[in-house]
């Protein structure tokens, strides 16, 4: 029986191993495709529906052309004077991507002294209220007096435009962090700058990004309507001309790069806050549970 028994074992010790199972979780990169399919089907979906829609309507002439041309019309216009729109497109870019930059840096910095003394938050904040109040298209004349017929009033406008989502976010981060951690920063002998490097700004990173997304949107808004006022180049000046010359095609145009634009910062912003807190519970999904071994 001993014999047998040593036999069996013997046996199985000397059967080579099954081979592992192979792990059915994707990989890095197969996961960032899906997540970004799975968030993204559906504007698509919704998009397409519009254009359909829209060519729909242009096609069994229900609405006029000069009011409301036709897909093939609009983008047969920006493929034929791909050069004009390329030119202007680099100017409202410019600005905006200017403008919002500035903006990002004064609104942080403004955030950073409000928080730092309660004296300066309640003096700051009223100024920066009612100065959000005031619609920017009524005081966009002035910048063009004061700054001249060149980028400094659209880049200014696009700064205030930003400025005030970006501040306040900031603000709510920073405030958001528990005073029970920064109380014990300071026992174990952390300094104020080594503090707000290592814990505040961290932690105030999910609610800053969120401003800077609705800041980059408005960044756009507020370089246009600078070139409203007082401009000769740029995406609004394209669109009133094209307004003023009755060309829809070129409006529609001019307006669907506009979106562009703004849909492109905001997807930069998006993937800077992939990188940034990957930790955050916003970026979590189904496909970050970890996988359980099979028995």
Do not use: C
């Not at 592992?20 to 960032?32: D, F, L």
């Not at 506009?258 to 992939?274: K, R």
């Not at 955050?280 to 970890?290: E, G, K, L, V, W």
Request: charged residues 10%.
């Amino acid at each position: 029986m001993t014999q047998v028994t040593q036999a069996s074992t013997a046996s199985s010790t000397d059967r080579p191993a099954a081979p592992p199972a192979a792990s059915t979780r994707p990989t890095k990169a197969e996961s960032g495709l899906v997540r970004l399919w799975r968030s993204s089907w559906r504007a698509l979906a919704f998009l397409a529906v519009v254009v359909l829609a829209w060519w729909l309507v242009t096609a069994r002439g229900w609405v006029q052309p000069y009011i409301l041309p036709s897909p093939g019309e609009t983008f047969g216009n920006m493929v034929e004077y791909a050069p004009y729109f390329l030119q202007h497109t680099w100017i409202t870019t410019y600005e905006t991507v200017l403008g919002f930059g500035i903006a990002v840096v004064l609104g942080e910095l403004v955030a950073i002294l409000m928080v730092s003394s309660r004296n300066l938050q309640s003096t700051i904040y009223p100024i920066i209220l009612v100065a959000q109040v005031i619609p920017k298209i009524a005081i966009a004349p002035l910048f063009v007096v004061w700054l001249g017929f060149g980028m400094g009033p659209k880049i200014t406008v696009a700064v205030l435009m930003a400025f005030f989502p970006i501040v306040i976010s900031g603000l709510a981060g920073l405030k958001s962090v528990d005073p029970e951690i920064l109380d014990l920063a300071k026992t174990m002998g952390s300094g104020k700058l080594k503090t707000f490097a290592k814990i505040q700004f961290p932690a105030s990173l999910p609610q800053l990004l969120s401003g800077t997304k609705v800041a980059a949107t408005l960044a756009v808004t507020g370089a246009v309507v600078g070139e409203f006022v007082g401009g000769n180049e740029g995406l609004g000046y394209v669109i009133l001309r094209a307004n003023g010359n009755m060309d829809t095609a070129t409006l529609f145009a001019a307006l669907i790069i506009m979106s562009v634009i703004g849909i492109l910062l905001f997807a930069v912003i998006q993937f800077a806050e992939n990188l940034l807190i990957p930790w955050h519970a916003s970026r979590r999904t189904d496909d970050d549970s970890p996988v359980v071994p099979q028995a």
